[in-house]
């Protein structure tokens, strides 16, 4: 068995490869990403040897009977044939041994492809050809470095590009979220036109973007006094939480910044936004405030209070930290 805990490598290996008529097994998380690796994988194959039928399953809806039965069945327009099995985690024991036997009697005329978001039982001790992309314990920076580069890798093939700012913007807006985010890069293929650089402009025509803008800057207006903007109008429930748990994300990661702890979870251009805003401001700060918004938001869950009673209150309450708590007035209790 060869394992890769790296997509780009088991990308290259895939490609070298001479013989295809082996088991290649995908465990991540993310659905789409899972599919997309499956497409990858059938065409490569398809390319080095076209001659190919396909057949797809799913462990949710098809038995075990119905996928044995087609190892043993062969189109009569195809020498060979790819079986795509998706969902394998779900499979039972009993039935994982039924399969991995069947797999190793059609050696020499199929290519088995499963899929899984959970680990499976050991494919070690096969004679066929076992070649592994394990993702379910990437770390979440290098997930995030991953999805961007596969979304810039997908711009590209349509003759454009995006600006890193851009990037690092739509995946703080929407999330480590591959098919949302690809959802969303489609769009903005879409309405740049013929232009070949999408730029943060772009990202205002985005409906998900203008949705989302309001509790992003105000975000960073609660949290650092700068560099956002107060509501308009009033928040509804949803914005609110959103808020509290915008705010949150950026305390937390002040925190790490202040412990010397590089937070894998931002991008290099905001990590030095968060340094400039966070440089002003004492650790306690931080951690106090971090401890408001808990309470804050346990007292928006018990419904006895208006959301903008409770937004006034973690405003008033957080610019009045910060006066206490700059790097300029605080007073440090001295260790004597």
């Not at 990437?138 to 454009?160: F, G, M, N, S």
């Not at 805003?277 to 401890?291: I, N, P, T, W």
Request: aromatic share 8%.
């Amino acid at each position: 068995m060869i394992k890769f805990e790296n997509q780009r490598a088991f990308e290259k290996h895939l490609h070298s490869l001479r013989s295809v008529e082996t088991v290649f097994v995908v465990l991540a998380q993310d659905d789409k990403e899972r599919q997309d690796l499956a497409f990858k994988i059938k065409s490569v194959v398809l390319e080095k040897a076209p001659h190919f039928g396909v057949s797809c399953f799913t462990c949710i809806r098809d038995s075990i009977a119905t996928i044995l039965e087609a190892y043993q069945s062969m189109s009569l327009f195809a020498n060979h044939q790819i079986i795509e099995i998706c969902d394998i985690h779900l499979l039972p024991d009993r039935d994982f041994t039924l399969l991995k036997n069947q797999i190793q009697k059609s050696c020499h005329d199929t290519v088995t492809l499963l899929l899984g978001k959970k680990n499976i039982p050991s494919l070690k001790g096969m004679s066929n050809e076992v070649i592994l992309l394990d993702l379910l314990n990437e770390k979440p920076w290098d997930h995030k470095k991953r999805v961007a580069q596969l979304l810039v890798e997908y711009i590209k093939k349509t003759d454009k590009n995006i600006e890193p700012q851009a990037l690092d913007q739509l995946i703080e807006f929407i999330g480590i979220d591959y098919a949302a985010l690809l959802q969303q890069v489609e769009s903005l293929i879409c309405l740049t036109g013929e232009r070949k650089m999408i730029g943060l402009d772009d990202l205002k025509s985005l409906t998900v973007m203008r949705k989302k803008q309001k509790t992003w800057q105000l975000a960073e207006y609660v949290t650092w006094g700068e560099g956002g903007s107060v509501p308009q109008d009033e928040l509804t429930d949803s914005e609110f939480l959103s808020l509290l748990i915008q705010v949150r994300f950026r305390l937390s990661m002040a925190i790490k910044l202040k412990e010397g702890i590089h937070p894998g979870e931002l991008s290099p251009s905001l990590i030095q936004k968060y340094l400039s805003y966070s440089e002003r401001l004492h650790k306690g700060y931080f951690q106090k405030a971090f401890v408001i918004v808990y309470d804050i938001e346990r007292l928006s869950r018990i419904g006895q209070f208006s959301i903008s009673f409770l937004f006034d209150m973690l405003y008033v309450k957080l610019h009045d930290l910060r006066e206490v708590y700059t790097c300029q007035t605080v007073q440090v209790p001295n260790p004597a």
